[in-house]
């Protein structure tokens, strides 16, 4: 079965950058939307869902969580299932454990959509 696999994440200093790469194994029956997430450790022992941090349709749409928006940019490459993450202008409130996940049919603004693929995480920390 199709595996989500992501790279990237680390520590950097608050302004700094940051390139997340997510490759979705499926060629099978297709990829319609990827989508990064994140979560705190602190969120997650409280039971909050993950924060959908940016989304990747298929047909070229794309949303950004506010919180991110003008210095996260992601990227996609549809031959390779691919989403990028690039990270620029880096805050603390950035540190968080960061997901990848994949959908074969359905493009939703939430992390409580059962998602078809998820990948296993990559931590960014900003520091001050």
């Known amino acids: 079965q199709a595996q989500v696999v992501q790279s990237g994440g680390g520590s950097v200093q608050a302004g700094g950058s940051l390139r997340l790469s997510c490759v979705a194994n499926?060629?099978?029956?297709?990829?319609?939307?990827m989508a990064w997430f994140r979560q705190t450790p602190e969120k997650e022992l409280a039971g909050e869902d993950r924060?959908?941090?940016?989304?990747?349709?298929?047909?070229?749409?794309?949303r950004y969580a506010d919180s991110v928006k003008d210095r996260f940019t992601i990227s996609r490459d549809n031959a390779k299932n691919a989403l990028y993450l690039q990270m620029n202008s880096l805050k603390p409130e950035a540190t968080a454990m960061y997901y990848c996940?994949?959908?074969?049919?359905?493009?939703?603004?939430?992390?409580?959509?059962?998602?078809?693929?998820w990948g296993q995480g990559t931590q960014v920390t900003v520091y001050s």
């Open positions: 996940a994949a959908d074969r049919t359905q493009c939703p603004w939430t992390a409580k959509y059962n998602w078809d693929y």
């Open positions: 499926e060629y099978t029956h297709g990829i319609k939307c």
């Open positions: 924060e959908v941090v940016a989304r990747s349709d298929r047909d070229g749409s794309l």
